[in-house]
């Protein structure tokens, strides 16, 4: 069982950063695959950016391309997604993911553990 735990949400202007940590636990961090999603209201959940395990081969959705990294430091436990260059359009609650899955990339339906969220608002 993974468990994972959020941070670093909050209210921030337009053109503002932030950057989100995840710290897991309950599993050899080195061999996850994770994900960072995001769901506004009334909208499905989406996947903004991934990273992989083994060869941290990194995969972002076409709206955070350019503004938004994911990475991951295996000794820490840790995924970060730096957001930069933020917009109203990127407020939502922001969920960390998970599945143990070796150098090959899940899709979104694949993930199979979740954190909590922490929310970000982009609002002036």
């Known amino acids: 069982q993974v468990h994972l735990v959020e941070s670093g949400g909050g209210l921030v202007q337009p053109g503002g950063s932030l950057r989100l940590s995840c710290v897991a636990s309950g599993f050899n961090f080195e061999f996850l695959a994770l994900g960072w999603f995001r769901q506004a209201p009334g909208k499905e959940r989406e996947e903004v950016a991934g990273i992989r395990s083994g060869d941290n081969l990194t995969k972002y959705a076409d709206s955070v391309k350019g503004r938004f990294t994911i990475s991951r430091d295996n000794g820490e436990n840790t995924v970060w997604l730096q957001m930069t260059s933020l917009t109203p359009e990127d407020t939502g609650v922001y969920y960390c993911?998970?599945?143990?899955?070796?150098?090959?990339?899940?899709?979104?339906?694949?993930?199979?553990?979740w954190g909590q969220g922490t929310q970000v608002t982009v609002s002036s």
């Open positions: 993911a998970a599945v143990a899955f070796w150098s090959r990339t899940p899709s979104r339906d694949e993930y199979e553990f």
